[in-house]
């Protein structure tokens, strides 16, 4: 019969499973797995990607560095409060190089925290660039710190109002998260010994006759407050 | 049945069927409520003032059912607590299905049942029956050929056949069902992970999107809106050209429509705003030569503005124009806010608009005319006098974009203790949306040419300026650096959006996997009389064709069933 004979005909592959090929591996799982990977590798690259820090042509990393131990005492506070030294930190310089803040050691420092998107500091700007004029012989230095903006910004701006002061660019905002910055523009007055005796939140725009602007500060206070920081070193404590 | 624990009878609830059915008729209905119900907006929830105010312009359509359709949360439906449960079930009892049903489908796939009891053959709704001699490796090479798993069972007699096709398109169901419990994961990461920002931006000026500090900063410049309309008025599109920045490097460039939104770092801009009535305005300190103010201002309120036109003795038009109003005036009891208007020739009218209840009245002022009032003529919109030789028409009232600036610097010495004063901008000589395009001034404006700034509150005349115009006050001087258009941008970031993409692509493999592939089962008894097949397919695969045409390879004659009869 030619039927039950056909059992036999069928052969060793007939009733087993044929063996696994390296095609059919690959089919099954390494293809599927490759494209999870590229779809998790393209989401990761699309939401996680940063932008590398910046570094001076010596490498040092733009940024808050540690204050020189030889400017503060062992036990001294280094934090941006009234009273406090002033934390250091080395950033790119608008008009070329790099600026620290302790290199100014000495000088009464007025520093302000702006941007060009901030309409305040907009606002207060002439009054620093005034200032500036008037007590700079005096040895004051205006350190403004732009928030986290490109040289092609800043520098149409800061020749239109002649802001002929070292403007320095906070490009990833860390120096501003060290000095703990609740808005734009801040301003630290600090002392000729890296102390810091006021600070002022909001615009520092004197207020002057009939002008009823919201913020605006009494005449004078500006020059007031560059005053305290304009005294000798050791002539008033924090 | 014996009493179920509690984990045990929620379990069995989570995957039963018409529980599930139920489920999901109960959330459609709910749904269908939050289309047809109006929804507290926005911009009103979470304000317990403007809520009553919103639920009080309900009761209209509601009536006494408003305080009882907003306690049971049906005005802010999809925000309720137990939509959310609802929805949380929905979830579960899918993930319960789908976890209660991957042993049995795994079990399907790997092991599936490779014998059958014989009256399966007969009873099997998919089956098959031929009579005479078998080749079963003609059988077997047609089932192989079709890429069917073939298993063949020798038994006695009798040969036992097994064989299956695409027995992973068993997951196909699951994947969809996997995609109802992604849809709502989207929905709830959406909640939870959503970014936001709208930005208000004047051509050429920049706003950061996050607050100050944020180390994943961004910067939006809009470097050029621009609104395009038909010619009845109505927006056609609107566009912004942006740059985007981060750390202070430029990292985009691109164009955001507001159905094209601009797209970096996942973050998306779209265009969301258009307004065309902006003017930059420069004030620079002659004696420094600095910059003291340079600002984009919306001019975002409106001032009425006269168009005359005024004819001579020999019929020549001598005025054809849109004032721009800048003084008050007084005549007798009533007021009026005016301009002096110089003709050909040197002659000066004063020509003032008073708001009535009616509309507007235009009068002309000229010394010694009205009795005391100076009023030559008074004239209602669309009317014509004559007076003094003039032939004066009220065409029409039209509006001025304008704005009152509080703090507008006036030069230290204009007047004592007042460096910031307030001034009132107009900018005349524009049309928006009556043209192509929002860029210049328009054809509805016989006078044509550029657009004018007007600015008064300087000095005792108006400052009157075309783009890249200056006038001088005492040591200030003012420049207007042109009409600038502000877009809205919202900027928003949705990493749900992959979740769902993911989910509609889950529904689509599911569905195409059930349809496309459907897996398909048979069994076969072989003997010395001939085969019976019996199969198992989803209805759509019409696998009973299969069947028959399968016995035909196998060289058996088939035989009719009744099942083929009333085929």
């Given at each position: 019969m030619a039927n039950s004979a056909e059992p036999r005909d069928l052969g060793a592959g007939?009733?087993?499973?044929?063996?696994?090929?390296?095609?059919?591996?690959?089919?099954?799982?390494?293809?599927?797995?490759?494209?999870?990977?590229?779809?998790?590798?393209?989401?990761?690259?699309?939401?996680?990607?940063?932008?590398?820090?910046?570094?001076?042509?010596?490498?040092?990393?733009?940024?808050?560095?540690?204050?020189?131990?030889?400017?503060?005492?062992?036990?001294?506070?280094?934090?941006?409060?009234?009273?406090?030294?002033?934390?250091?930190?080395?950033?790119?310089?608008?008009?070329?190089?790099?600026?620290?803040l302790s290199d100014f050691r000495g000088h009464p420092v007025v520093l302000n925290f702006w941007a060009t998107w901030c309409a305040p500091c907009r606002k207060e700007m002439p009054q620093f660039v005034d200032a500036y004029q008037r007590y700079k012989t005096d040895g004051l230095v205006l350190l403004a710190v732009d928030m986290q903006e490109g040289a092609s910004i800043i520098q149409p701006f800061a020749q239109e109002?002649?802001?002929?002061?070292?403007?320095?660019?906070?490009?990833?905002?860390?120096?501003?998260?060290?000095?703990?910055?609740l808005g734009l523009p801040t301003t630290f007055f600090i002392d000729r010994g890296g102390l810091i005796r006021s600070v002022f939140t909001g615009p520092l725009e004197e207020r002057t006759g009939d002008t009823n602007v919201q913020g605006a500060i009494e005449p004078g206070e500006l020059e007031k407050r560059i005053a305290e920081i304009m005294t000798p070193a050791g002539a008033a404590g924090p | 049945m014996g009493l179920l624990t509690p984990p045990r009878a929620l379990w069995w609830l989570l995957t039963n069927v018409r529980f599930a059915m139920a489920l999901l008729a109960v959330l459609c209905g709910v749904s269908l409520a939050g289309v047809l119900i109006p929804q507290v907006p926005l911009n009103v929830r979470g304000d317990s003032a403007m809520e009553a105010n919103w639920l009080d312009s309900q009761e209209g359509r509601?009536?006494?059912?408003?305080?009882?359709?907003?306690?049971?949360?049906?005005?802010?439906?999809?925000?309720?607590?137990?939509?959310?449960?609802?929805?949380?079930?929905?979830?579960?009892?899918?993930?319960a299905y789908i976890l209660s049903r991957c042993p049995g489908v795994w079990l399907a796939i790997t092991r599936p049942r490779k014998r059958v009891p014989d009256g399966y053959f007969d009873n099997a709704p998919v089956r098959a029956q031929a009579e005479g001699p078998v080749s079963l490796s003609n059988l077997v090479r047609t089932l192989r050929g079709k890429r069917y798993r073939v298993e063949v069972t020798p038994e006695d007699a009798v040969t036992y056949l097994f064989a299956d096709r695409f027995q992973w398109a068993q997951l196909g169901s699951l994947l969809t069902h996997a995609a109802v419990i992604v849809f709502i994961l989207s929905a709830v990461v959406s909640k939870v992970d959503a970014f936001e920002s709208p930005l208000f931006l004047?051509?050429?000026?920049?706003?950061?999107?996050?607050?100050?500090?944020?180390?994943?900063?961004?910067?939006?410049?809009?470097?050029?809106?621009?609104?395009?309309?038909?010619?009845?008025?109505?927006?056609?599109?609107?566009?912004?050209?942006?740059?985007?920045?981060?750390?202070?490097e430029e990292v985009k460039r691109c164009s955001s429509t507001v159905n094209?939104?601009?797209?970096?770092?996942?973050?998306?801009?779209?265009?969301?705003?258009?307004?065309?009535?902006?003017?930059?305005?420069?004030?620079?300190?002659?004696?420094?030569?600095?910059?003291?103010?340079?600002?984009?201002?919306?001019?975002?309120?409106?001032?009425?503005?006269?168009?005359?036109?005024?004819?001579?003795?020999?019929?020549?038009?001598?005025?054809?124009?849109?004032?721009?109003l800048t003084e008050e005036l007084s005549a007798g009891d009533a007021t009026y806010r005016g301009t002096l208007v110089t003709l050909p020739g040197g002659r000066l009218?004063?020509?003032?608009?008073?708001q009535t209840q009616d509309g507007a009245d235009l009068a002309v002022f000229e010394p010694g005319s009205g009795g005391g009032t100076g009023i030559a003529l008074l004239l209602a919109e669309g009317q014509t006098g004559e007076a003094g030789g003039l032939r004066v028409t009220y065409a029409r009232q039209s509006m001025t974009p304008a704005a009152d600036v509080a703090d507008f610097p006036s030069p230290p010495e204009a007047a004592a203790g007042r460096a910031l004063g307030e001034a009132k901008l107009q900018l005349s000589n524009v049309v928006y949306g009556t043209e192509r395009a929002s860029e210049g001034n328009g054809p509805a404006e016989p006078a044509g040419g550029p657009p004018r700034?007007?600015?008064?509150?300087?000095?005792?005349?108006?400052?009157?300026?075309?783009?890249?115009?200056?006038?001088?006050?005492?040591?200030?001087?003012?420049?207007?650096?042109?009409q600038r258009e502000f877009a809205g941008i919202q900027v928003k970031r949705d990493r749900s959006d992959y979740l769902v993409w993911a989910a509609a692509?889950?529904?689509?493999?599911?569905?195409?996997?059930?349809?496309?592939?459907?897996?398909?089962?048979?069994?076969?008894?072989?003997?010395?009389?001939?085969?019976?097949?019996?199969?198992?397919?989803?209805?759509?695969a019409d696998f009973a064709r299969e069947l028959r045409s399968l016995a035909a390879e196998a060289g058996a004659r088939p035989v009719l069933t009744a099942e083929d009869d009333r085929a």
């Open positions: 007939v009733g087993t499973r044929p063996a696994r090929s390296p095609r059919s591996f690959f089919r099954r799982w390494l293809l599927p797995a490759l494209v999870i990977a590229a779809i998790a590798g393209a989401i990761w690259f699309l939401e996680y990607r940063q932008d590398g820090a910046s570094y001076d042509p010596s490498g040092r990393r733009y940024g808050p560095v540690d204050l020189p131990a030889s400017l503060a005492p062992a036990d001294a506070a280094v934090e941006a409060e009234q009273g406090d030294f002033a934390p250091d930190f080395l950033l790119e310089q608008l008009s070329a190089g790099q600026v620290q109002r002649g802001m002929n002061f070292p403007i320095a660019l906070d490009r990833d905002g860390e120096v501003g998260d060290e000095y703990r910055l | 509601f009536g006494l059912l408003t305080a009882a359709i907003d306690r049971i949360g049906l005005f802010d439906l999809f925000h309720t607590g137990w939509f959310a449960v609802l929805l949380a079930l929905t979830a579960a009892a899918t993930g004047a051509e050429g000026t920049t706003l950061p999107v996050f607050p100050v500090r944020n180390p994943e900063q961004l910067q939006v410049q809009l470097l050029d809106a621009h609104g395009e309309f038909a010619a009845d008025g109505q927006p056609l599109d609107y566009r912004s050209d942006l740059a985007i920045y981060r750390n202070g094209s939104p601009c797209s970096y770092a996942g973050y998306r801009f779209y265009q969301a705003a258009y307004y065309g009535f902006g003017a930059e305005v420069q004030v620079r300190d002659l004696a420094t030569g600095n910059v003291v103010y340079q600002e984009t201002l919306a001019l975002a309120a409106r001032q009425s503005s006269p168009h005359v036109v005024i004819a001579n003795s020999a019929g020549q038009t001598v005025l054809d124009q849109t004032l721009v009218l004063t020509i003032g608009l008073r700034l007007t600015i008064t509150g300087l000095g005792p005349k108006p400052m009157v300026l075309e783009p890249g115009q200056s006038a001088t006050v005492g040591s200030y001087e003012y420049k207007f650096l042109g692509a889950l529904i689509v493999l599911g569905l195409m996997v059930t349809f496309w592939v459907p897996r398909r089962r048979l069994w076969a008894r072989i003997s010395s009389n001939g085969i019976s097949l019996a199969g198992q397919a989803p209805a759509h």
